[in-house]
């Protein structure tokens, strides 16, 4: 239209007219081509953003031109573009490039007839060279569209598994092992397009991270489609170190036979019922012939579940679809995964007895603050054949109160021991000379005197104050505010 509306105009224009006219546009034309090459388009597209999705870091990519936005045919981009927009937008690395306007068409009538062609690595959108796209009859039908994740996986033998990893403000951080349970990992996985979770190891599994440790909690239901849709805690916090880093394994992970050794417990809760272990690209139950408690702590231990309580032996089948089992597990009981073990060897499990585990963290209901409406702070009791008791205050200290907020999930201890504080109790005094070193994560894992084996008086019965304790009392404060 342009060179339509020139041509006409130099029709009535002298002859050195003419010559300062072409000499003009060609000068134009050649501003613009230098704009458009040397600033990568920052004449032209100067943001770009994700819309419609279901959070911030995934939706239709949609691309600023002047003052007006428009999409882009998904033709014409692709997974080196998508790495740039996530890093440009904080949203940490590209998950999935979807067409088709995989979230919904366009409200501008704008399509940009672009093709994106980044190497990946440019800081800004607008950087990346683009050129004029060979894409005939694009259409908001054809609207791009993105998934970014402000997550990751590495160190496993894919992008579907290893330790975790989290990015917040551009920086990325691990999330220490106490932190994270089974409903988080399934959000992660299917946030990463990794199928749904298998197990989440600890104790740097897949290798220790760097730089910073996240301590925040993320409290998912475990049906979220990314983890900031959960709610998250920063109250249960305690000493981490990359030794503690989180790992993940998702189904989705191809080499799965790097998956040996991963396991699980069948059972009304993650944290008891008949073990099973992946090996051999199986799932397999574990016969009680070579089994003892230090094999089930090992087990305990790797799925965050505290230490084993408690052995049992039960007759039933093997894993639906699989009647092979596995025997010749020989632990010492130090070691953070089975994997570490020796190896196991196959047999079919006819009738023979099978190890049914229950670890420490099924007993929390064990375990009570009396005193305070919240449960995080009062006279400690702990449940012991069937009668809740005290726990007397020789030799405790702030580590011992450390690992029972945590344990019941109340923050950390806020203060030095408070004996009196709450009053005595009353019935059996169960404990006495607790010596925890304070990153435990059950009471039970720390050593004591023998159950019932004291020479004390209720007056000297433990209490402890949580730091979730705070919480209420906030919230009493700003009620006491909102009726005056």
Not at 10 to 29: D, Q
Not at 130 to 150: A, F, Y
Request: hydrophobic fraction near 35%; charge should be negative; glycine fraction near 10%.
């Amino acid at each position: 239209m342009l060179v339509f509306v020139f041509i006409t105009c130099i029709k009535e224009i002298e002859p050195i007219g003419i010559i300062l006219y072409i000499f003009l546009y060609t000068y134009y034309v050649m501003l613009i081509y230098a704009c458009n090459v040397v600033l990568g388009s920052s004449f032209y597209h100067r943001d770009v953003r994700l819309v419609q999705g279901p959070h911030q870091c995934s939706g239709r990519v949609e691309v600023q031109q002047g003052v007006t936005w428009g999409t882009v045919c998904d033709a014409d981009f692709d997974l080196h573009d998508a790495e740039v927009v996530c890093q440009q937008l904080d949203c940490g690395i590209a998950v999935e490039v979807l067409g088709g306007a995989a979230f919904g068409k366009g409200d501008s009538s704008q399509v940009w007839r672009e093709e994106i062609q980044c190497v990946g690595n440019e800081s800004q959108f607008y950087l990346c060279p683009k050129s004029l796209s060979k894409t005939q009859n694009c259409s908001h039908g054809n609207d791009v569209g993105l998934v970014c994740s402000d997550s990751r996986l590495l160190g496993g033998p894919d992008s579907c598994s290893g330790t975790v990893e989290l990015q917040y403000l551009s920086e990325w951080g691990t999330v220490c092992d106490a932190f994270w349970d089974m409903r988080a990992a399934s959000v992660l996985c299917r946030q990463l397009q990794c199928g749904s979770a298998l197990a989440v190891p600890g104790q740097a599994w897949f290798g220790e991270g760097r730089g910073h440790i996240w301590a925040d909690v993320f409290e998912c239901q475990g049906n979220e489609t990314h983890l900031s849709q959960c709610a998250v805690s920063s109250w249960s916090r305690a000493a981490c170190s990359h030794g503690r880093d989180a790992g993940l394994l998702c189904d989705g992970s191809k080499p799965l036979s790097a998956l040996n050794g991963t396991v699980r417990l069948s059972g009304e809760s993650d944290c008891e019922g008949h073990l099973e272990v992946y090996y051999q690209l199986a799932w397999s139950r574990v016969l009680m012939d070579s089994w003892s408690f230090k094999e089930a702590s090992v087990v305990c231990r790797q799925l965050g579940c505290g230490s084993a309580v408690k052995l049992y032996s039960s007759s039933l089948s093997g894993t639906p679809g699989n009647d092979v089992c596995l025997t010749g597990y020989q632990c010492s009981g130090n070691e953070s995964h089975l994997v570490n073990c020796s190896d196991p060897h196959r047999l079919n499990c006819s009738s023979s007895p099978q190890a049914f585990i229950v670890c420490s963290s099924e007993y929390i209901i064990s375990i009570r603050l009396v005193g305070d409406a919240g449960g995080c702070a009062g006279r400690l009791e702990v449940l012991h054949q069937g009668s809740w008791g005290t726990v007397c205050g020789d030799s405790w200290d702030l580590k011992d109160a450390q690992v029972v907020c945590r344990q019941l999930q109340c923050g950390t201890a806020l203060s030095d021991p408070v004996p009196t504080f709450f009053g005595p109790g009353t019935g059996p005094i169960w404990l006495d000379e607790v010596d925890c070193e304070g990153n435990e994560t059950s009471l039970w894992d720390c050593p004591s005197a023998p159950w019932g084996q004291n020479d004390c008086l209720h007056k000297e019965d433990v209490g402890i104050v949580c730091s979730g304790v705070k919480i209420l009392h906030l919230k009493k404060k700003e009620s006491k505010k909102n009726l005056l």
